[in-house]
């Protein structure tokens, strides 16, 4: 089973239909298919959802999240070893504490991360990244 890790980019360019779009579709439908696993931090899920709360309201991004959900992605909460290891990313001064979880997850469950977003870059010799 392929697990991949969504950062709130890749999910903010899929509801926008953004360049990328595309695909996110093709991991989502292929996890679908096979079986696959996807998942996010809900940190990065309230990412998600301040994002849309911004240029919306709290009521649409309400609605968004519930999407989320229904869409089969694992939202993970944070234990102690994914927070150390978001803290351990943060260290380095390169990404928001938000990124650094979904870093550590990626880290932790040794799978790639879905993003588009290039403060990544600073961590693609310590995780796998699937730019979009």
């Not at 779009?21 to 931090?41: F, V």
């Not at 799978?111 to 961590?123: C, I, M, Q, R």
């Given at each position: 089973m392929t697990t991949?890790?969504?950062d709130a980019y890749a999910l903010m360019v899929f509801f926008e239909d953004e360049p990328g779009a595309d695909t996110i579709r093709q991991?989502?439908?292929s996890a679908l298919e096979k079986g696959?696993?996807?998942m996010m931090s809900v940190v990065n899920l309230g990412e998600v959802w301040y994002a849309i709360a911004r240029s919306n309201s709290?009521?649409?991004a309400d609605r968004y999240v519930e999407e989320i959900h229904r869409m089969g992605i694992e939202i993970i909460?944070?234990?102690w070893a994914l927070t150390r290891q978001a803290?351990?990313?943060k260290v380095r001064g390169k990404l928001s504490y938000a990124d650094c979880f979904a870093a550590a997850l990626s880290a932790l469950y040794h799978a790639p991360l879905v993003t588009g977003d290039k403060e990544f870059?600073?961590?693609q010799k310590d995780i796998s990244i699937l730019w979009v």
């Amino acid at each position: 089973m392929t697990t991949h890790v969504l950062d709130a980019y890749a999910l903010m360019v899929f509801f926008e239909d953004e360049p990328g779009a595309d695909t996110i579709r093709q991991i989502m439908e292929s996890a679908l298919e096979k079986g696959d696993a996807l998942m996010m931090s809900v940190v990065n899920l309230g990412e998600v959802w301040y994002a849309i709360a911004r240029s919306n309201s709290p009521e649409v991004a309400d609605r968004y999240v519930e999407e989320i959900h229904r869409m089969g992605i694992e939202i993970i909460n944070p234990d102690w070893a994914l927070t150390r290891q978001a803290a351990i990313f943060k260290v380095r001064g390169k990404l928001s504490y938000a990124d650094c979880f979904a870093a550590a997850l990626s880290a932790l469950y040794h799978a790639p991360l879905v993003t588009g977003d290039k403060e990544f870059e600073s961590l693609q010799k310590d995780i796998s990244i699937l730019w979009v």
